[in-house]
């Protein structure tokens, strides 16, 4: 029934996306489509949500479409339930965040299609049980979002963004279809479930890994394979790029999460090393990079980086721990990097939904020429705000809550027997609290330049606040924020189906501990409680609230700012997003960016003014991807020539090809 | 079960009611040492009640985070503050947070007040912020480094448990704990903003942080922030003294006696603490803001080391 749910679901919204190419010209398209959409994607999630919270038995499908004689399987089981409800939450916020934003599109023809067929790729993608299918779905998920990235194709950057887009893309669909290539074997069994019967070798396994690892990693932004990720998602209008942020980059970890912990076999000893030092490099190189940058979306994008490793970090705990039968601490990480799949899911999207109304009222993106706004946009001001604290993990709201059991999970790892993980673990945990302490510095830059201070363009000075559905649906999530910080144990409980169908254990149920606290293993080792640190801090800010204004004083007088009796009037005395980052890019830029500041400054009676430059180097795009670039760039131009060979030249080499790959053979057998 | 709510609850008003009394007498202690007279110790209450009394002057682009924040700010390290065991273990509410927690509460009251730096829209508030985000980012992985350590020691995070397990003669003398505690006081003198990171005593001077950072405060506003920092100093010393001498506290049983015990053992506890920064921080002077960096990064590699250290053996 539920799978039944979900599949008309898609089907739903492909058919939508056929419909929107007919009618989206028409003013009442964008109504039309994203409201369409928000009653697909809610009647799915409830569907999704039954299934999980159910613990119901997975469900199976075969339809007779794709490939003839095999078609295409499909499968909601608790995991593929998990992501479900990820993708439709977050897709039924973005559909009622579009609906008030959509209003704003200059070319809604070029974005309705794409976003109802962007939303089915992914529901297809989480629903798929066979090779085919899945590939099939994940491109046409890569496509969809392709097409909404060069929505705005006039833009010079956009046309960059979706090239380097596109290529990483087919690169990761090609590690991807190696990957399943290896696991269905010389018989060509590429149903999920023959592949899971099989127990893959070690090798296999070893090169399944890898390749998942390419090819989910660099569709979910994993150092050094993001370099796409901070160009696409900015690139797109703001709901898809909440959507491609916050949901399809979970997409990605989908794809790991399936292939390593089910289809790749048993792991082996190295697998959790190379996941999780990818995953507190990705962590804190996210963070730094979001921090260099003033472009508020790309700050964002880069920050999805950032939690992509904290998420990594998880799930290569996980990994650890059931490679030396430790299940119910592997659940614990499991659960911990899943919860952050949600939470973050939740605040991505809140925050890109903030930009974009910042955008649509101001026309800006940088930072720099904003300033203010939390005076003319007071309620979106006060969900941004809420947005920052969740993704900086500030109890008691939800990012603090996943962190905290990652952190857990670290606390249990000395029971490993690995040498290599004895030592890796601390670092990898001294790198997950430095990217959290330095997200909430990029946290308060963002939220300080671009909503505190004083306006620094006359478009930030006349913003005016967004319109009735956007701010509805930042309000929700932004509550969702709330409640799944305060509540926690709700949702690991909720996952408990997931860590037994991929584990074999499942943290002990929460539901039942009083006051609603969270224990992840023992009351007198750890205990985390929510609801109750948010009703103490309630109280205790309510008490000092009561007693200062019944005891002291309550006058108030306006006045000009004090600034040590040298107010400046000038909005550009400010301190700026570059100025902001001044000094984290001291301690940190000069060794990982390389930063450098030249000064430039007249002598006495040089009326110029003086100058500062700042000199950044992208060290992993100057020496991965260039010299790359460059070695294929010379190749092409050297095969070039090929294309214009005469006839004999021609039939000659398709007849040496064809004597090579028969002496290829003979040796081979 | 009321009496378990009275300990919890005079456990909240002790710290509340003895944070301004230890920062005058650190205040004095540092006076006497540079052969001053020094304010009286009940300096700060008087100051406290003087700025409560007195008109706010909001400047005139604060916005209504501006005025939200010092409550925020108190709120959070109240709480902070209140979950710290000092006289007594194992209160009622002491397992809604554990050590991980409290350190996030005390990061949340930083995210705002550095907030409420950018608010007025002013270069100092900017250069405080800027500089108090750059110090925490050091600061919390040193800090968090700290926990670990204490946490693999004593196999849990939970204070009450730390405490009760560093009070038993099965905690021994281990080189990771020496390293943990010189790397939490190095962490509690930068988070507190005293020499030779900040100058709490200074308010015009260009590698000034934390009072940059809240110049623009008035009033009752100031107040409740200058009681958050008191607050703030007498966490640090009390959570150095539930986790490395944590003597007094673990008795069981809420009778009077030995609740006044843990209260004079406290008391104590903090006058010693008291003395050590008065003394280290007259026999220093403070270093360029951009010395920072390496004295936390010093602090951080010390985490690290004893975190190291505790996971290649157990008996570290």
Avoid at chain 1, 309 to 337: K, V
Avoid at chain 1, 363 to 380: A, F, K
Avoid at chain 2, 227 to 237: M, P, R, T
């Amino acid at each position: 029934m539920t799978l039944a749910v979900a599949l008309a679901s898609a089907a739903a919204l492909l058919a939508l996306a056929v419909f929107a190419v007919a009618i989206g010209r028409s003013a009442a398209a964008t109504p039309i489509i994203y409201g369409a959409s928000v009653f697909v994607t809610a009647i799915s999630l409830v569907a999704a949500a039954a299934q999980l919270l159910g613990a119901a038995e997975p469900l199976g499908v075969t339809l007779p479409l794709g490939v003839p004689w095999i078609g295409a399987h499909f499968r909601l089981d608790a995991l593929s339930a998990f992501f479900l409800v990820v993708v439709d939450f977050g897709a039924l916020g973005a559909s009622l965040f579009a609906l008030g934003y959509g209003a704003h599109e200059t070319a809604p023809q070029r974005v309705l299609p794409f976003y109802a067929a962007f939303l089915a790729g992914m529901t297809l993608v989480v629903l798929a049980d066979d090779a085919f299918t899945f590939l099939l779905s994940w491109e046409f998920m890569s496509l969809t979002s392709w097409a909404l990235v060069m929505s705005h194709h006039r833009v010079p950057e956009n046309v960059r963004a979706g090239y380097v887009y596109l290529i990483m893309a087919s690169f990761g669909t090609l590690a991807l279809l190696l990957g399943f290539g290896l696991l269905a074997g010389p018989d060509g069994s590429y149903t999920f479930a023959a592949m899971r019967a099989a127990h893959p070798s070690a090798t296999i396994g070893a090169f399944a890994l890898i390749l998942a690892l390419i090819g989910a990693g660099s569709k979910a932004g994993v150092v050094p394979l993001h370099a796409w990720l901070p160009l696409a998602h900015p690139a797109a209008p703001s709901h898809v790029s909440a959507l491609m942020s916050g949901v399809m980059t979970k997409i990605a970890v989908y794809a790991f999460v399936r292939i390593a912990f089910e289809l790749a076999g048993a792991p082996s000893w190295w697998w959790s090393i190379v996941v999780l030092a990818v995953g507190g490099i990705t962590a804190v190189m996210g963070v730094l990079y979001a921090l260099m940058q003033h472009d508020l979306k790309r700050l964002l994008a880069y920050h999805t980086v950032e939690n992509i490793g904290i998420i990594f970090i998880g799930l290569g705990l996980a990994l650890a721990f059931q490679t030396y039968g430790m299940p119910f601490a592997a659940a614990l990480s499991l659960t911990a990097a899943l919860f952050h799949v949600f939470n973050h899911s939740l605040f991505k999207s809140l925050l890109f939904f903030g930009a974009g109304a910042v955008l649509t009222a101001t026309g800006e993106r940088d930072m720099e020429h904003l300033g203010g706004l939390i005076h003319r946009m007071p309620q979106t001001a006060f969900a941004f705000l809420i947005g920052c604290a969740a993704i900086s993990a500030l109890p008691p709201l939800n990012g603090f809550a996943s962190e905290w059991l990652t952190f857990q999970a670290i606390l249990l790892s000395p029971d490993l027997p690995s040498w290599g993980l004895k030592i890796l673990v601390p670092a990898v945990g001294a790198l997950l609290a430095l990217s959290a302490a330095l997200a909430a510095a990029c946290f308060v830059k963002a939220y300080g330049v671009t909503f505190l201070g004083r306006p620094r363009s006359p478009a930030a000075a006349a913003a005016t606040e967004t319109d009735g559905f956007s701010l509805a649906a930042m309000l929700l999530l932004a509550a969702a924020c709330l409640v799944a910080g305060v509540l926690p144990g709700l949702f690991i409980d909720a996952l408990a189906p997931v860590d037994t169908a991929l584990l074999g254990a499942h943290m002990p149920p929460q539901l039942g501990v009083p006051w609603l606290a969270i224990i992840p293993i023992t009351a007198s080792r750890s205990s985390y409680d929510g609801l109750l640190v948010f009703l103490f801090m309630l109280m205790s800010g309510g008490l000092a609230a009561f007693a200062i204004h019944r005891l002291a004083s309550n006058r108030l007088r306006r006045a000009p700012a004090w600034d040590c009796g040298y107010p400046d009037a000038s909005p550009a005395t400010q301190y700026t997003a570059m100025s902001f980052a001044q000094p984290i890019r001291r301690v940190f830029g000069t060794m990982v960016f390389r930063a450098g500041e030249t000064a430039e400054m007249p002598p006495p009676g040089d009326t110029r003014p003086a100058r500062l430059a700042v000199e950044m180097h992208d060290l992993i795009w100057e020496t991965l991807y260039a010299p790359l670039a460059n070695v294929i760039g010379v190749a092409a131009d050297r095969l070039n020539r090929l294309q214009f060979l005469t006839i004999r030249q021609f039939l000659s080499l398709v007849f040496s090809a064809l004597v090579i790959l028969l002496l290829v053979l003979a040796v081979w057998s | 079960m009321i009496r378990d709510l009275t300990v919890q609850g005079a456990q909240m008003l002790l710290v509340l009611l003895v944070a301004p009394l230890f920062t005058g007498f650190v205040r004095k202690l540092k006076a006497r040492l540079l052969r001053r007279q020094g304010p009286p110790l009940i300096q700060p209450y008087l100051d406290l009640i003087r700025l409560t009394r007195k008109e706010v002057v909001l400047a005139e682009q604060a916005s209504w985070l501006f005025r939200v924040v010092p409550y925020l700010v108190f709120a959070a390290t109240w709480v902070a503050a209140s979950l710290i065991p000092t006289f007594r273990a194992d209160l009622l509410f002491s397992w809604s947070a554990d050590l991980i927690a409290i350190i996030a509460l005390l990061g949340s009251a930083r995210f705002y007040l550095a907030l409420a730096g950018l608010d007025v829209g002013t270069s100092f508030g900017g250069i405080g912020s800027s500089r108090e985000v750059m110090i925490a980012s050091l600061a919390e992985p040193a800090m968090i480094m700290m926990v670990f350590t204490v946490a693999l020691i004593a196999g849990s995070t939970q204070l009450s448990t730390v405490a009760s397990f560093m009070a038993s003669p099965a905690v021994g003398l281990r080189v990771s704990l020496g390293l943990a505690l010189i790397a939490l006081i190095m962490v509690a003198i930068a988070e507190n903003g005293r020499i030779p990171i900040d100058n709490p005593a200074t308010h015009l001077e260009l590698t000034m942080v934390h009072e940059a950072m809240v110049l623009e405060y008035s009033g009752r506003h100031l107040a409740l922030i200058e009681l958050a920092g008191s607050l703030k100093l007498v966490l640090y010393v009390s959570l150095v003294a539930c986790l490395f001498a944590p003597w007094g506290i673990e008795a069981a049983g809420t009778a009077p006696p030995t609740l006044a015990l843990g209260a004079v053992a406290y008391l104590g506890k903090l006058a010693v603490g008291g003395f050590l920064l008065a003394l280290f921080e007259t026999s220093i002077a403070k270093m360029r803001v951009f010395r920072v960096p390496e004295f936390l990064g010093v602090a951080l590699m010390l985490g690290l080391l004893a975190t190291l250290l505790r996971f290649v053996s157990g008996s570290f």
